[in-house]
T-cell receptor
Framework: EDKVVQSPLSLVVHEGDTVTLNCSYE??????LLWYKQEKKAPTFLFML????IEKKSGRLSSILDKKELFSILNITATQTGDSAIYLC????????????FGTGTRLQVML | DAGVTQSPTHLIKTRGQHVTLRCSPI?????VSWYQQVLGQGPQFIFQ???????GRGNFPDRFSARQFPNYSSELNVNALLLGDSALYLC??????????????FGQGTRLTVV
């Protein structure tokens, strides 16, 4: 059974702080790891990682994957109130079906 | 461009009833996946359909079924509803069979409440 564990479960920071969200996983025949942001209902895509050590960046967000230690981190610098959301990590295995296994998410609250 | 559209947005049903949820993928997308998200948890995979065939099924009872139509839209059916079926049901579409090639786009979901 594939498994994704995210930490912390929740986090409260002030605007301008930098946060690091963690995702560890166990999956047979790993294909990719994805990060999503969920504000109200629809998770929106942030990053897809397939190779170790290659950082992906989008504005103030960045993410990196370590396939040897089986984890990924999502960094958010200079946080803003609009970053308040649940951040979901998911893994996909190779196979005939495309199935994402999600963690429970990290709830981030950014305060003024 | 229209994103993934789901209907209805909210639904209240009584235990024992059945429900049909609908999803229209992004134009040109042939893969549709269904997920159940219970409050406080991450989404859990239910089904994937690609080119109108079931390609994957999660650990859900036979009360859950789905299908994909020639226009690639999809329906999720749940029979004999239980209180525990109350959740946000998300539909995701992608052009390829696997999000490894491109990210899956999620709809806004259908919030199902079983009373």
């Amino acid at each position: 059974e594939d498994k994704v564990v995210q930490s912390p479960l929740s986090l409260v920071v002030h605007e301008g702080d930098t946060v690091t969200l963690n995702c560890s996983y166990e999956v047979t025949n790993f294909r990719s790891l994805l990060w999503y942001k969920q504000e109200k209902k629809a998770p929106t895509f942030l990053f897809m990682l397939t190779s170790s050590g290659i950082e992906k960046k989008s504005g103030r967000l960045s993410s990196i994957l370590d396939k040897k230690e089986l984890f990924s981190i999502l960094n958010i610098t200079a946080t803003q109130t609009g970053d308040s959301a649940i951040y979901l990590c998911a893994v996909e295995r190779t196979g005939t079906a495309s199935k994402l296994t999600f963690g429970t998410g990290t709830r981030l609250q950014v305060m003024l | 461009d229209a994103g993934v559209t789901q209907s209805p947005t909210h639904l209240i049903k009584t235990r024992g009833q059945h429900v049909t949820l609908r999803c229209s993928p992004i134009s040109g997308h042939k893969s549709v996946s269904w997920y159940q998200q219970v409050l406080g948890q991450g989404p859990q995979f239910i089904f994937q359909y690609y080119e109108k065939e079931e390609r994957g099924r999660g650990n859900f009872p036979d009360r859950f079924s789905a299908r994909q139509f020639p226009n690639y839209s999809s329906e999720l059916n749940v029979n004999a509803l239980l209180l525990g079926d109350s959740a946000l049901y998300l539909c995701a579409s992608s052009p390829a069979r696997s999000p490894a090639n491109t990210e899956a786009f999620f709809g806004q979901g259908t919030r199902l409440t079983v009373v």
